[in-house]
Structure formats: structure tokens, C-alpha cells
């Protein structure tokens, strides 16, 4: 997930600051459905 300026990849938003997340294990869930759980694809 990032955070801030997104200029550099033909975007709008300028500011001064940029941050990358990483996560290593996730878990996705859209609409109370989880399409991935710790890290792995499942739908």
C-alpha cells in the first residue's frame, strides 16, 4: 500500500512525502468476502 505523491506514475495528488507498506501476510476482504487469507489467494 502507498501513501502520498503519486505524480511519478502520471497521477495528480503532489506532496511532499511518499510512504510503501508492505504487509507479509495478508488478509483481503471485500464485501464480507475473503479473497485472500494470510497471504494466499482463496477466491
Known amino acids: 500500500m502507498g501513501v502520498g505523491d503519486n505524480k511519478t506514475l ?9 510512504i510503501d507498506l508492505i504487509f507479509r501476510y495478508p488478509t483481503v476482504t471485500v464485501d464480507d ?3 485472500v487469507k494470510d ?3 482463496v477466491a
Do not use: A, F, R, T
Not at 10 to 18: A, C, E, I, T, Y
Open 33 to 35: 468476502i475473503v479473497l
Open 10 to 18: 502520471g497521477g495528480k495528488v503532489d506532496s511532499p512525502l511518499h
Open 39 to 41: 497471504g494466499k489467494v
